[in-house]
């Protein structure tokens, strides 16, 4: 009869530590999806947070290339019949302002970006904490 109980627990036994073991193996393979999950996330964030940047740049660029043209025309301004370069030096001051807007506003949405997956990674510590514990 004694035997018959120990050959229980020991099934007992063996099936709880079958379901543990399965258990932390779920919750291992959900943990690496939610990382899987943060990370997509965070570098879809930093794509969006790039294309003002870029497109800032572009707008400097052009407003640069203006402000040359505007120069070459200031100095057709010291002959005094061409005027011209007030106008292409306000319109590459414009570019260019609105340019460093857009770069402005790229970067302070880069720095909203976390590259580290902080969700998963708190989940993870209070698993291994309850883990230790136990």
Known sequence: MASQVESNSDVGVTTL?????QDA????VEQMLLFKVEIKNDLRRAALALVPVV???FVM???LILLGIGSAYFLAWLLPEMPFWVGFALAGTGAILVGAALVLWGKSALANVNPTPDTA???LKENFQWKTKN
């Not at 530590?17 to 073991?21: L, N």
């Not at 193996?25 to 291992?28: I, Q, V």
Request: glycine share 22%; no cysteine; net charge positive.
């Open 17 to 21: 530590i079958s379901g543990i073991a």
């Open 25 to 28: 193996k779920e919750l291992f």
């Open 55 to 57: 497109a800032g740049m």
């Open 61 to 63: 660029f052009i407003g």
């Open 121 to 123: 990674l708190k989940g």
